[in-house]
């Protein structure tokens, strides 16, 4: 890895881009959404076209192999093209009109009329694993300049080069595109990420890093004078359930399914599968050992990543009562290739040693534990706390036992994962990537798919408002033939003729 030393960004030019977010929000917020949709799309468009420039420097700043970071440029702009759809479709900004009725009981209803409107400047801090996806132009920075809100991008220190060069490129674009100067910036450094956060213009953060960095970031978030949503998304084990009927119909297939799935990316996926529950007795080990075997060590992102994951499965691996059922020789040196373990225990074991053993592991290493009935499936899914992702892999004749742990599940997860499994977050209307705490600090929001924008919008209502003040989606004949909410129905049409 050879990352070129970037300078921290200075109090003087923060202070330069802070004013220049908030200098940009209001004209930012009253942009056409036709207009910043066709903005984002050219942000899209630019990032394909510096495609291979951007991950050459990304691949020497990170390990990542080139295959993989072109997909990742590919997502991106995929998914930056999405919110430009949903700009134009309109059903995000939730229009619903209740016109006023004078005979409403027990008082008279006046005209109310609500959309959503942008928060405000919005500060993204970039996560290390996927340094375009989640980073720079990642779905934090799309939904918010989508929304309608200034966005000012802390950049990953794992990957500095790849986040100025990428910044550049979306600057250049969102700009040309005909968008407010100043409403786009990138900073760099701890210090200043924390300063940015603590500044009264910013009305909102996202973030995708560690439950420790997270945590720290939320509580600064939250003692502010005014204190603003802050959108973590963290550590998340993402625990598979395996029922003796789906082992006895596919069990080799469910080996190699999981060995691959904790594997990819070398175990640096965010819904990588951290705990494997299997019933006692499974029979799999051989085919666990197998496909461990057969899947090729790779180099992690950086040395302090690697090292901080060598620590923590050793500490696993030490642990009474805990196996390894199978392992791939790792290089030492921190900067070579790291190889997959894969530990076995029992419930009781977990249970005794939750706090080593319910941690994330960041990396390629994942543990089998095994259960003695459906009553310690039930108690093995409380204990584990909240993640991105729950899996079950079941037969159709064993709906109604699993019912209850699916029903559990639905308590803990963002999302439910049936005889597949959780590495590979579709970007979609429909996806939600989030989870109560810790997974993330806010349930009820995703960080991936087009309902991520809901975060940076907040509603407003207009009361008995001269409909020459207001904006198009609210007015009677709906000329952006958005779809709306009229009297509690769903609707494109126009209000005057209903």
């Known amino acids: 890895m050879t990352a070129r030393p970037v300078p921290d960004t200075d109090p003087a030019l923060l202070e330069e881009i802070l004013a220049g977010l908030a200098a940009s929000a ?4 009253d942009t056409d959404r036709l207009a910043r949709a066709r903005a984002v799309r ?3 468009d630019a990032l394909d076209a510096a495609s291979a420039d951007l ?19 590919g997502r991106t702009s995929g998914q930056l093209r999405m919110f430009a759809g949903g700009l134009e479709e309109g059903s ?17 209803r006046p005209d109310l009329r609500r959309v959503q409107v942008p928060l405000g400047p919005v500060l993204v801090f970039a996560g290390s694993n996927f340094p375009f996806a989640f980073s720079v132009a990642g779905g934090d920075t ?13 950049a990953h220190p794992g990957h500095p080069e790849t986040s100025v060069r990428t910044a550049e490129v979306v600057r250049r674009a969102w700009e040309g595109a005909g968008m407010p100067a100043g409403s786009f910036a990138l900073v760099l450094g701890e210090q200043v990420g924390v300063d940015a956060l603590r500044d009264p213009r910013i009305t909102a953060a996202g973030f995708t890093g560690s439950l420790h960095g997270g945590t720290a970031l939320y509580r600064i978030a939250a003692q502010r004078d005014a204190p603003i949503p802050f959108y973590a998304e963290m550590g998340s084990l993402n625990p598979t359930f395996v029922t ?24 640096q996926f965010c819904t990588k599968p951290g705990l494997l529950f299997l019933p006692r007795g499974h029979g799999l080990d051989a085919a666990l050992e197998r496909a461990v075997a057969a899947a090729a060590p790779g ?9 901080g994951h060598d620590a923590v499965r050793a500490q696993l691996a030490a642990l009474p009562g805990m196996r390894v059922a199978a392992a791939v020789d790792s290089d030492p040196d921190a900067g070579g290739p790291a190889g997959a373990t894969l530990l076995a225990t029992d419930l009781a074991t977990l249970l005794a040693e939750q706090d080593t053993v319910l941690p994330e592991c960041f990396g390629p290493t994942s543990v089998v534990v095994e259960y003695d009935g459906m009553d310690d499936v039930l108690v093995a899914a409380r204990a584990f706390g909240a993640s991105l992702t729950a899996t079950v892999h079941a037969e159709p004749d064993e709906i109604e036992l699993v019912r209850p742990l699916v029903r559990e599940l639905r308590d803990q997860a963002g999302r439910i994962v049936w005889n597949g499994w959780p590495t590979g977050v579709a970007v979609s209307w ?6 109560p705490w810790p997974a993330t600090s806010s349930p009820l929001h995703t960080s991936v798919g087009m309902t991520a924008i809901r975060r940076f919008l907040r509603p407003v209502t207009y009361q008995d408002v001269p409909a020459a003040l207001l904006d198009d989606v609210l007015q009677d004949a709906n000329p952006a033939g958005i779809p709306r909410r009229l009297g509690g129905r769903l609707s494109t049409g126009d209000l005057s003729r209903s």
């Open 430 to 435: 429909a996806m939600h990537h989030g989870g």
């Open 26 to 29: 209001a004209p930012l917020a």
């Open 244 to 267: 003796a009927g789906a082992i006895a119909a596919r069990g080799d297939e469910i080996a190699a399914g999981f060995v691959t799935s904790f594997t990819l990316g070398v175990g």
């Open 142 to 154: 799309a939904s918010a300049l989508a929304a309608g809100c200034p966005v000012v991008v802390k």
């Open 55 to 73: 991950v050459e420097v990304a691949a020497r700043e990170t390990w990542l192999p080139l295959p993989r970071l072109t997909g990742e440029v």
């Open 42 to 44: 050219a942000v899209a």
């Open 92 to 108: 995000y900004l939730d229009v619903i009109i209740d016109p006023a009725d004078p005979g409403a009981t027990p008082v008279p």
């Open 299 to 307: 180099r992690m992102l950086h040395e302090r990543i690697r090292t």
